[in-house]
């Protein structure tokens, strides 16, 4: 079939969207004269290309594959791909990354802090934030007063907000005076600040800690990382 320009792209986007490296590194690149297109060595990003016989340094490259990103998320951060008047979770991903077409899965609040997913893959989002999956996230909360055992039933049979919305039921292990962790498997408007403020326990600092099988372990605060592909399959 022949190939007509609605299947062309510039190949300093190709290589960028490859994972190559960012827009300033893969002009390096092509520079260098380290990539060639059909054997050809190409230096021109503006180069229109099928995807077709591009190799880096004599390797194939191809497409981006499947990515999943974590992040541990700093306070001051909104979860969303853009926002005119906030900063965004996006502002923190590497200049390399930008090419990768990344999407929160789920949200973190602005102030809320810790365990935060990308992905480029929407299967897998959708899969991830599904409450039917039943997808635990263990949050660490310092809050106004301390935990009791009634609280801790409540949450068991799951909390009815102020305005009538259902939740799920979770886990609420009270760990010392003021101090919880929450787990949950879905994920609502402000869910886990909303169920602890409707026993009183209004929530002064939030983290998340873990999701499925993930932990931030010794991931630095606003640092990120791309997940191996062990522990994308152990979501």
Not at 131 to 159: C, L, M, N, W
């Amino acid at each position: 079939m022949l190939k007509t320009e609605r299947n062309m792209e510039r190949l300093d986007k190709f290589l960028c969207d490859a994972g190559v490296g960012s827009r300033s590194q893969v002009k390096q690149i092509l520079k260098a004269g380290r990539v060639t297109v059909k054997g050809t060595v190409i230096r021109d990003g503006s180069v229109k290309t099928d995807g077709a016989d591009i190799c880096l340094d004599g390797d194939a490259v191809g497409k981006k594959g499947l990515a999943v990103v974590m992040m541990n998320k700093p306070a001051g951060y909104v979860t969303a791909r853009t926002d005119e008047r906030q900063k965004t979770v996006m502002e923190l991903l590497p200049e390399e990354m930008i090419s990768w077409d990344l999407h929160p899965i789920g949200r973190l609040d602005k102030e809320t802090e810790g365990l935060l997913l990308f992905t480029n893959d929407g299967d897998l989002l959708h899969r991830l934030i599904s409450p039917k999956k039943g997808v635990q996230k263990v949050y660490y909360a310092r809050h106004e007063g301390t935990a009791g055992d009634e609280d801790v039933a409540a949450f068991s049979q799951g909390i009815v907000l102020r305005d009538g919305t259902q939740c799920l039921p979770a886990m609420l292990q009270p760990i010392g005076e003021g101090e919880s962790l929450i787990t949950v498997c879905e994920g609502k408007y402000h869910q886990v600040r909303r169920m602890m403020a409707s026993r009183g326990l209004h929530v002064t600092y939030l983290e998340r800690r873990e999701e499925g099988a993930l932990t931030l372990g010794d991931l630095p605060r606003g640092a990120v990382r791309e997940l191996s592909s062990e522990e994308i399959l152990a979501l």
